[in-house]
């Protein structure tokens, strides 16, 4: 099993910055550097919106929400990856979890059991 815990939410006013990061752990015989990783932001009912992933060669790729905005990145030797947000909105505000999975995370809405792992979530709030 991956363990995921994030680290970095907090309260910002609008037009501020966070750095989010979540740590990956796992038994050996996982591979952490393979994997995908990335975020989703909590969305309606029990879905929930992609907003960043990068793969085992340092692709990313972003949601609509967060071009142009957020950077996400990856220590490979640490097994972090990073969530850079930057000129942030009240939009913006939710409970953030990192993800990992074997297989391309999609950025777009979606239900928990479609990717492999998650973090419990970090709270961001961004006030007007």
Not at 108 to 127: A, D, F, K, L, M
Request: hydrophobic share 30%; glycine share 14%.
């Amino acid at each position: 099993q991956v363990q995921l815990v994030e680290s970095g939410g907090g309260a910002v006013q609008s037009g501020g910055s966070l750095r989010l990061a979540c740590r990956a752990s796992a038994p050996s015989g996982y591979t952490l550097k393979d994997y995908y990783m990335g975020w989703f932001r909590q969305g309606p009912g029990n879905l929930r919106d992609g907003v960043a992933s990068i793969d085992s060669e340092g692709k990313t790729k972003y949601g609509d929400s967060a071009k142009g905005r957020f950077t996400i990145s990856r220590d490979f030797d640490k097994h972090i990856h990073y969530l850079q947000m930057e000129d942030l909105e009240p939009e913006d505000t939710g409970l953030y979890y990192c993800v990992a999975d074997w297989e391309a995370i999609p950025m777009s809405r979606v239900r928990r059991n479609e990717i492999g792992y998650w973090g419990p979530g970090t709270q961001v709030t961004v006030s007007s």
